[in-house]
């Protein structure tokens, strides 16, 4: 499936992406939402029928549910409570009989979790660096999925009469910060 990219300042542009795209006839099925939490996706999934994956939930969630032994620091022999350590601040606690678990993640442990949540979101590992960069900026990012062969409709020097290409219009009217083509 062939992707463009809009990464956006704001959840305005989003929202007002996502009604003109819905209007130019995209499903909600062919849109994905990425931000960085629930603060920067609040309004575009209470004001559009589009869900948004907020990757820091994303990123505790694969920490808290990776299988026991499948981490760097649950080889190590420690289990992890799915808490991140920023800053490589952390410590140990212990559960109900005293069993002791990580309060934070050692960077091996978060780069996984980081790239595996992208993953999830259906991302190939450049367009992960892509989002995951605007993403921890604060942006907020509308990606369209399609199948449609662009070739089909090329012709020389005329318009890209493309979904993509109508898609990256849409984003143009709507304030992207940038475009991209995905991998």
């Not at 499936?1 to 929202?15: D, L, S, T």
């Not at 009469?161 to 898609?167: D, E, R, T, V």
Request: hydrophobic share 35%; proline share 3%.
């Amino acid at each position: 499936m062939a992707k463009k990219f809009g990464i956006f300042p704001n959840q305005q542009g989003v929202i007002d992406a996502i009604e003109q795209l819905e209007q130019a006839g995209f499903s909600p099925g062919e849109m994905k939402v990425l931000a960085k939490d629930w603060e920067h996706s609040r309004r575009v999934e209470s004001e559009t029928d589009v869900h948004a994956d907020e990757m820091r939930e994303l990123e505790l969630t694969q920490e808290a549910t990776a299988p026991f032994g499948d981490s760097p620091s649950t080889r190590a022999g420690v289990a992890t409570a799915g808490a991140i350590s920023f800053g490589g601040l952390g410590g140990f606690t212990t559960l109900a009989g005293g069993i002791p678990v990580a309060l934070g993640a050692v960077t091996g442990d978060w780069d996984e979790n980081h790239q595996a949540a992208y993953a999830k979101s259906g991302l190939d590992s450049e367009e992960t660096e892509l989002c995951s960069q605007a993403v921890e900026s604060g942006s907020v990012i509308l990606y369209v999925e399609s199948d449609e062969s662009k070739a089909l409709l090329d012709k020389d020097g005329g318009p890209d009469l493309s979904k993509l290409g109508i898609a990256e219009a849409v984003f143009r009217r709507c304030g992207a910060d940038r475009i991209v083509d995905g991998s």
